[in-house]
């Protein structure tokens, strides 16, 4: 089974509005990374946070980490069209890095 | 050099045909991946190389086999593959297999099996 997955789904929202996207794991880890997808592309990593860590920033990127819930929250701030992407968590399960069913984010000028 | 290069971008073939998917990367990293993306689906876990060696086979049928020449690339055989296998291959690399850093991943193949 997977081993992360994000809520919602889906998100709708407008440009200059703030974003964020939740994922839950089930086992415990070392980290838990977020990646972004554009259509049809392949993924960028944008952001890792280790599991001793509970929040960290980069540019308009917010992550948290709550290991006794084992869930992590990706904030986008000031959101921007090309933000517009699908966006992944995920972790190491085992030997493999294992992604959570993502959600598509799509921001309206 | 943070790339990761994969070859063709796009490719049609018919159920009968014998093609190749072909990945590079000079970050001299030691484990490499196949993973295959369906249509508003996460990346799933075919193959891992670590090594130079076959770590990690997903229960990928044989119609999918992979080889690994040397540290820097990867490539992934395909023959007599079925419509449902038509998907977005995706190709990716790290430092060590399943450590502590990040994913790098190509642009990807688009394949269509006719």
Known sequence: SQQGEEDPQALSIQEGENATMNCSYKTSINNLQWYRQNSGRGLVHLILIRSNEREKHSGRLRVTLDTSKKSSSLLITA??????????????????????????????? | ???????????????TNKKSLKCEQH????????????????????????YEKLSINESVPSRFSPECPNSSLLNLHLHAL??????????????????????????GSR???L
């Open chain 1, 79 to 109: 959101s921007r069209a090309a933000d517009t992407a699908s966006y992944f968590c995920a972790t190491v399960y085992g030997q493999n890095f294992v992604f959570g069913p993502g959600t598509r984010l799509s921001v309206l000028p």
């Open chain 2, 1 to 15: 050099d943070t790339e990761v290069t994969q070859t063709p971008k796009h490719l049609v073939m018919g159920m």
């Open chain 2, 27 to 50: 970050m001299g990293h030691r484990a490499m991946y196949w993973y295959k993306q369906k249509a508003k689906k996460p990346p799933e876990l075919m193959f891992v190389y670590s």
């Open chain 2, 82 to 107: 079925q419509p449902e296998d038509s998907a977005l291959y995706l190709c990716a690399s790290s430092l060590e297999q399943a450590n502590t850093g990040e994913l790098f991943f190509g642009e």
């Open chain 2, 111 to 113: 394949l269509t099996v």
